[in-house]
């Protein structure tokens, strides 16, 4: 589904989201043959969720934009399970993800940074840190060290409005096609890549990128 969104594939789209209701469809119909619940109460209970969550919506509580909408969802919903806020966010997640999802949560009771400048010191701080544990070639602590530095990359992303998920695979997408083109050089000159200098490689990488701008 995230492809078809990044590559605004409508068609493809609509083929994912069906994929979505027939699970829903699926499992609720197994939920009544057991006797527990059907399509109509999954509708019921997303409905009340929504109707006790926006009070700014359906009932008459005043709101000073999008901070204190999401301020409020996240203080209903501790009342409604009582439990810790991050405890919501699945274990399971791709770390990239639980790391992005875990920061907006945060963020929205109040725990934010300030304004941009912060968030980049971070940044800043976390680079000094993990070089200082290579130099002392603490790799346990340097493991650490980068893993701070990628959740300090997530949040800025975060807090620029920027999905970090999405700008890796971007990413990844752009490697792989580029990688692509090296091997199509290859094969054109019936050579192994391991037969390659790797600046011939980087001639050909170089290439790939001219042929984007292009």
Known sequence: MIEAINNHDDEEFSKELGDVFLHVIMHSVMAEERGAFNNIDVLKKIKEKLVYRQPHVFAAVHVNGEKDVMRNWENLKMKEVRTYILEGVPQH??????????????????????????????????????????????????????????????????????????????????????????????????????????????????????????
């Open 93 to 214: 997640l791709p770390a990239l993800i639980r790391a992005e999802r875990m920061q907006f949560k945060a963020s929205k009771v109040g725990f934010d940074w300030d304004n941009r400048e912060g968030v980049w010191d971070k940044i800043r701080e976390e680079l000094e840190e993990f070089k200082q544990e290579l130099d002392n070639n603490n790799k346990e602590k340097a493991a650490q060290e980068l893993g701070d530095i990628i959740f300090a990359i997530v949040n800025a992303a975060r807090f620029e409005g920027i999905e970090p998920e999405a700008a890796l695979q971007l990413t990844n997408n752009k490697f792989k096609k580029r990688f692509m083109f090296i091997e199509l050089q290859a094969r054109k000159q019936n050579k192994m890549l391991s037969d390659m200098t790797l600046e011939e490689m980087d001639k050909y990488w170089d290439e790939a990128k001219e042929l984007e701008n292009k």
